[in-house]
């Protein structure tokens, strides 16, 4: 099992990127997708969710209206748009694929826990500067 997450960088506020995890050695159509971020001297914290089907979709407060997450099961990969970018945003990213817990999680109406999921990626380094 494999997960690869890419498209990280620097752009200033304001501004977008579009982060990719590309997956491989599972099915993803089975299991939901999550994206997290780590800040410096900061806790890992969930950003955004989605089902198995891409039908709910979920995400923290902070980045509602901003941040959009998708996948394409058939490219065995799932994506983060992010727009406005703020300094705030700056962390490293990380992807994540989650079975029973995750997809139970989210029938639930809440965005799973680091402990819901099963499998990690490496992050992506963010950072939002002028």
């Known amino acids: 099992v494999q997960l690869q997450a890419s498209g990280g960088g620097l752009v200033q506020p304001g501004g977008s990127l579009r982060l990719s995890c590309a997956t491989s050695g599972f099915t993803l159509d089975y299991y939901a997708i999550g994206w997290f971020r780590q800040a410096p001297g900061k806790e890992r914290e969930g950003v955004s969710s989605i089902s198995g089907s891409g039908g709910d979709t979920f995400y923290a407060d902070s980045v509602k209206g901003r941040f959009t997450v998708s996948r394409d099961n058939a490219k065995n990969a799932f994506y983060l748009q992010m727009n406005n970018l703020k300094p705030e945003d700056t962390a490293v990213y990380y992807c994540?694929?989650?079975?029973?817990?995750?997809?139970?999680?989210?029938?639930?109406?809440?965005?799973?826990?680091?402990?819901?999921?099963?499998?990690w990626g490496q992050g992506t380094q963010v950072t939002v500067s002028s």
């Open positions: 994540a694929a989650g079975g029973t817990r995750a997809l139970g999680a989210l029938l639930m109406l809440r965005l799973p826990t680091l402990d819901d999921y099963d499998y």
